[in-house]
């Protein structure tokens, strides 16, 4: 059984970091194809894809915050963790972390976390 | 702004049809890249309801399908149920962009 899990503040000042973990459980980032990825919806907006790490350590990032994203494995500890800077209260949102099973599934999303919303106030 | 366009919104009775588009370009969706679709309910996580344009993970009822023609794709759902009312996302992958993924602006559809 496939589970996600987030982790992280759920208050940040502005101009701060934000550090996310997502715990996984039923599978292994270094399965062939593997991938997980983090997607944050603001409130009464649509989704908005952030990163995406792959089993090979390929790293993919939404263009317009590239500068501001970070995002790494730790396959010890089925973690993966995305960090954000100089956070900003438009950055206000639920994050999620999901797993896409690469090919398998078309590269689709198909099992996501219970989302973390972090909130951006001073 | 979404790279692929979705309606806002869109309504029906319970028992009918709808569908729902989600209209890319020739970097995307008409570059051949798989269509997935997602319902996302409030304080829930996003289900994925259809990959690779037209399949259904296991459990996903058959009254959702998908398609997929051109820079297009459709999300269909027939017999329409009180609990489908949700708020529905295409997402594919831009090949223009060194990070792929892109989602429709989502589509929030009303059971009347």
Not at chain 1, 93 to 110: E, I, N, P, R
């Amino acid at each position: 059984q496939i589970t996600l899990k987030e982790s992280g503040p759920t208050l940040v000042k502005p101009s701060q970091t934000l550090t996310l973990t997502c715990t996984i459980s039923g599978f292994s980032l270094t399965t062939n194809g593997v991938g997980v990825g983090w997607i944050r919806q603001p409130p009464g907006k649509a989704l908005e894809w952030l990163a995406l790490i792959y089993w090979d350590d390929d790293k993919r990032y939404r263009p317009s915050l590239q500068t501001r994203l970070a995002i790494a494995k730790d396959t010890s500890k089925n973690q993966v963790v995305l960090t954000m800077t100089n956070m900003d209260p438009v950055d206000t949102a639920a994050y999620y972390c999901a797993h896409t099973g690469g090919s398998q599934s078309f590269f689709s999303f198909d099992y996501w976390g219970q989302g973390t919303l972090v909130t951006v106030s001073s | 702004q979404s790279v692929l366009t979705q309606p806002p919104t869109v309504s029906g009775a319970p028992g009918q049809r709808v569908t729902i588009s989600c209209t890319g370009s020739s970097s995307d969706i008409g570059a051949g890249y798989p269509v997935h679709w997602y319902q996302k309910l409030p304080g829930t996580a996003p289900k994925l309801l259809i990959y690779g344009d037209s399949n259904r993970p296991s459990g996903v009822p058959d009254r959702f399908s998908g398609s997929k023609s051109g820079t297009s794709a459709s999300l269909a759902i027939t017999g329409l149920q009180a609990e489908d009312e949700a708020d529905y996302y295409c997402q594919s992958c831009d090949g223009t962009l060194s990070g792929c993924v892109v989602f429709g602006g989502g589509t929030k559809l009303t059971v009347l």
